[in-house]
């Protein structure tokens, strides 16, 4: 473990030589056929993807072909503003997210979530920010069209122990998934 520990403090440092780091992209499915994207930084293609595959096999799911999931996810901008953060109604908000350039704002139990379209973000960021608009998370990312939900208990389990298993590892830099739980399968996992 302590070639790893160093390897990552040398890739956090910008030390190495990061010429032969290299960006890639894994896809495959979690349980229940929930898909799920692995976006990778590494130094040796194939230690990352065995170790990728094998997190995926282990808990249930599979790692499969370029292109099996992605395309069921659209890279959007998505920028969330808290609502203790904001004393502007969902109208209001509704009219600076749209005048901005963005596509669409929705409103969950304590944030309201604008999304546009990736060369959007920067001008529908300032020009909300310009109104007084501060958001909590700010960032371009990978959104599911459709969400899989998983109403078992015991693919909750898998499912959330790899997306963990996932976040973990060194060499993963983000990870975008399209599962939902629901609260009452979520109120049994806490």
Sequence with gaps: PNDNIKRAIDKGAGGGDSANFEELTYEGYGPGGTAVIVKAMTDNRNRTAGEIRHIFSKNGGNMGE???????????????????????????LMLLAL???????????????????????????????????????????????????????????????MM???????????TYTNFDIPDEIADQLS
């Design 99 to 161: 005048d901005a350039g963005a596509e669409d704002i929705a409103e969950d139990d304590d944030s309201f979530e604008v999304t546009c379209q990736p060369e959007d973000f920067q001008s529908v960021k300032e020009g909300m920010e310009k109104e007084g608009v501060s958001f909590s998370e700010a960032e371009i990312t990978m959104v599911p069209d459709t969400t899989v939900e998983v109403n078992d208990l015991e693919q909750a389990k898998f499912i959330l122990r």
């Design 164 to 174: 963990d298993t996932l976040d973990d590892h060194d060499d993963v830099q983000n």
């Design 66 to 92: 370029s292109g099996c999931v992605s395309w069921m996810f659209k890279e959007k901008g998505v920028l969330t503003i808290d609502k203790e953060e904001t004393d502007l109604s969902l109208d209001d």
